[in-house]
């Protein structure tokens, strides 16, 4: 099959994480490593999975119009293998704490603490 969707992605021993640059291109990373798995007869670990949408500096989730009907429907196709991803407010990868505005100081605070 033929990618649709060119998203960036990083790889470490059984880690993967994809960088999506619209909700139709993770859609789209999510079909591909469903097909993926299946035709390597591997399985995702589903409670390590989670959806982390970055955003621009002073632009918040409250801003997204959350209630909109395409905004669901897209959410509700972040799925891998069948099973929804949830959405997250942040998330641990590789020990780095990655947040929806990439603050450093998080990071930092983070690691040190």
């Known amino acids: 099959m033929e990618s649709v969707a ?14 999506c640059p619209s909700m139709d291109a993770a859609v789209a990373f999510c079909d591909r490593v ?5 035709e390597n007869e ?3 670990g589903h409670k390590k999975c989670g959806l982390l ?3 621009p500096t002073g632009y918040r989730p ?3 119009d959350f209630d909109s009907v395409e905004t ?20 641990v990868y590789l020990g780095m ?3 929806d505005d990439l603050s ?5 605070e983070h690691r040190v603490a």
Do not use: H, K, N
């Not at 196709?77 to 998330?91: F, K, L, N, R, T």
């Not at 450093?104 to 930092?108: D, E, I, Y």
């Open 72 to 91: 669901y429907e897209q959410l509700g196709a972040m799925a891998i293998s069948g099973e929804s991803i949830p959405i997250v407010d942040d998330y």
């Open 97 to 99: 704490l990655f947040r």
């Open 6 to 19: 060119t998203v960036g992605c990083a790889l470490f021993a059984d880690d993967a994480i994809g960088l």
């Open 104 to 108: 450093v100081a998080l990071m930092v």
């Open 62 to 64: 409250a801003d997204y």
């Open 34 to 38: 469903t097909e993926w798995t299946a």
């Open 53 to 55: 949408q970055i955003m």
């Open 42 to 44: 591997m399985a995702v």
